[in-house]
């Protein structure tokens, strides 16, 4: 049998980096061997246990994942990195790719396929979950990343968490979906938001959606009333 490949997982939610390691079991090829919950402590056990796969969330508690991602890169030039996100907007994906990650998967569809990117990964293959093709991701890494609309020096204020959330309930998704999405409770996703709206000067959530419109974070057809 070929030597399993080594693997750390890189997401803020316990029981969600347990879900991805019964996966992962499933498979002899494969084998989990360390696991965090920041982007700080990945990063350092990264440069330890240097593995041949790293699996990353974009949202963690300290940075961006896709800051991380271009650290591990510039670190570990050989290992490959999946990203297992929430989002699965394009914008997001293209991120992703152009910071250095070989594979993209949505949360929603890890269960069936995170074995199958961590496969094409491995072989040193580009892997995305959704109907755009390789040659896509291709040229999305070759084209350069346009120039981001958030301008907004109180914007920036908002930790990596804040503005994720602040992005959901932009969308019109309820508190109680916000937390379902990302694994807390109602009254985190609660203190979040009066957080946003202190930092931010916002004093309803209609504000808060013409905030995020006007810095391009949304698309306002997705609003419902």
Known sequence: MAE??????????????????TIIGRDVRFKVVGEAGSGHEGL??????????????ISLPDQ????????LRGLLSETKILVVSMHSKIDYIAEAFQAGATGYVVKESASERLLQGLK????????????????????????????????????????????????LLAEGLSSKAVAEKLFISPKTVENHRANIMNKLGLHSTIELVRYAAK???IDVDLWKD
């Open 4 to 21: 399993q490949k080594s693997i750390i997982i890189i997401d803020d939610h316990p029981l969600f980096r347990e879900g991805l390691k």
């Open 44 to 57: 350092e056990m990264a440069k330890r246990l240097k593995p041949d796969l790293v699996v990353v969330d």
């Open 64 to 71: 961006s994942g896709i800051q991380l991602t271009r650290d």
């Open 120 to 167: 094409s990964v491995a072989k040193g293959d580009y892997y995305l979950d959704s109907s755009v093709s390789h040659a896509v991701v291709e040229n999305l890494m070759k084209s350069p990343l346009k120039a981001a609309k958030i301008t907004d020096a109180d914007y920036a204020t908002l930790t990596p968490r804040e503005q994720e959330v602040m992005r």
């Open 215 to 217: 810095l391009g974070l």
